[in-house]
């Protein structure tokens, strides 16, 4: 439920945990005995049954999904200390020295931002944060590091619960709340092999799936030639004389002639016209790029006009092409 269809127009989600909070009557009309937080800016595969069983077995006043990361790398995160039973003995928020794995020097633990509850409990702790002014209404900051210091915090690693398939090496997880993040989760699909299978049949995605005619590549002359090299095309999808090289194509897009388009993420239905020439970027939902445009080769440039990341990433919107006529 967005913050934009409560009640209150005005009273947008001031945490993870106010977002809980505003929806508690949803949640009330289900019944839950358990409750399952997720985060929904991460990419993954898991089967939260043996995550869930583990809650019930240990007594647990939360279970917190962890993922397995090398210590080095730990420093950038919320890191759980803990014991031989799993039971978190202290949160450290991006410490210096990150507390290592049972068992493993090398590696720690690191919040997912996953948790399971006890429905009832829940709500309790959710209505005392609400009540709390020095909250920031915030499960990482303020409901997690109360239930650790009073002893009922266990982790649950992820790799117990990760789900691969025969094309996966190593359990993959991804945050994808940046923009750099978010468009290396999507290029890094068109991998030879990609360290997430999408194609395993034993673990489908279920999405949302439009009834549309399949991609078409079109023209075959020298330097307009619709053709697409280690990229995605989704149904709907018309290259018209284009060269598509690691890209992404979301349903619908339409690529003109003599484009040239290199690690491009388009989303559903946006048209690039002729000669148009752009290279690491996001283009949003229904974007018409115009003739001609170049991106990605003046990095200051491309600054002006639109959002580039500190990773060299454009992201695209009509607004900001709108703004290059004004």
């Avoid at 210590?71 to 031989?84: H, L, N, P, T, Y």
């Avoid at 020095?134 to 790799?159: K, L, M, Q, R, W």
């Amino acid at each position: 439920m967005p913050a934009s269809q409560q009640i209150n127009e005005d009273n947008w989600y001031k945490g993870t945990a106010d977002a809980v909070t505003q929806n508690i009557s949803v949640l009330r009309g289900y019944a839950p005995k358990y409750i399952l937080i997720l985060a929904g800016d991460h990419i993954y595969k898991q089967d939260y049954s043996f995550m869930v069983e583990q809650h019930v077995k240990s007594g647990a006043k939360v279970t917190v999904g962890c993922i397995e990361v090398p210590r080095e790398e730990a420093k950038a995160f919320g890191v759980m200390d803990v014991d031989e039973t799993d039971k978190i003995l202290e949160f450290v928020e991006k410490p210096a020295d990150p507390p290592a794995m049972p068992g493993d020097e090398s590696r720690s633990l690191a919040s997912m931002g996953i948790y399971v509850f006890e429905a009832d409990y829940l709500y309790d702790l959710l209505e005392k944060d609400a009540q709390n002014p020095d909250s920031t209404n915030d499960f990482g900051h303020d409901i997690i590091p109360g239930i650790v210091a009073e002893g009922g915090a266990y982790a649950h690693p992820f790799g117990r619960s990760c789900v691969q398939s025969g094309l996966e090496d190593k359990p993959y997880w991804r945050d994808v709340g940046t923009i750099d993040a978010y468009w290396q989760a999507n290029i890094d699909l068109t991998d030879f092999k990609p360290e997430l299978d999408i194609y395993a049949s034993e673990w489908p995605i279920w999405t949302y799936s439009e009834l549309v005619p399949p991609a078409k590549f079109i023209h075959n002359e020298e330097g307009r030639r619709g053709q697409a090299v280690s990229s995605m095309v989704a149904g709907g999808c018309i290259i018209s004389g284009s060269s598509l090289y690691r890209c992404l194509m979301f349903t619908g897009v339409r690529t003109h002639s003599y484009s040239q388009l290199e690690g491009v993420v388009a989303l559903p239905y946006c048209e690039v016209g002729r000669r148009a020439h752009l290279k690491n970027v996001i283009i949003d939902r229904g974007v018409k790029i115009p003739e001609g445009l170049i991106v990605g080769e003046d990095a200051a440039l491309d600054a002006k006009r639109f959002r580039r990341s500190e990773g060299g990433v454009c992201l695209i919107t009509q607004d900001m092409i709108d703004a290059l006529d004004s």
